[in-house]
């Protein structure tokens, strides 16, 4: 049984700062790709950032230069900084993981967590 389990996230002013981190527990053999999604009221799931196992990252084009992903592959985790907050951004942001189990690679999701940009 594999578990992601996300943390942070909140409600923060716009022009601000925030973090949300995810945790990957179970029997894992290995992480490949570990990413953030987000899906805002009445739109769909979207790719915000994602990072390999060796480091490469890409970003949607709407946070490049505001976001940063980073993961820590001894710890199992993910982290997403985000800055300079805008409305826009405000969603409900997922974890996901691609995950090795007893050799087969499963797709795993988060339980989500609420971000809101709003003054």
């Known amino acids: 049984q594999v578990q992601l389990v996300e943390s942070g996230g909140g409600l923060v002013q716009p022009g601000g700062s925030l973090s949300v981190s995810c945790k990957a527990s179970g029997s894992i053999n290995r992480i490949n790709r570990m990413g953030w999604y987000r899906q805002a009221p009445g739109k769909q799931r979207e790719l915000v950032a994602a990072i390999t196992s060796g480091g490469s990252t890409n970003y949607a084009d709407s946070v490049k230069g505001r976001f940063t992903i980073s993961r820590d592959n001894t710890k199992n985790t993910a982290d997403l900084q985000m800055n300079s907050l805008k409305p826009e951004d405000t969603a409900v942001y997922y974890c996901?993981?691609?995950?090795?189990?007893?050799?087969?690679?499963?797709?795993?999701w988060g339980q989500g967590t609420q971000v809101t940009v709003s003054s």
């Open positions: 996901n993981a691609h995950i090795v189990v007893f050799g087969t690679e499963y797709q795993y």
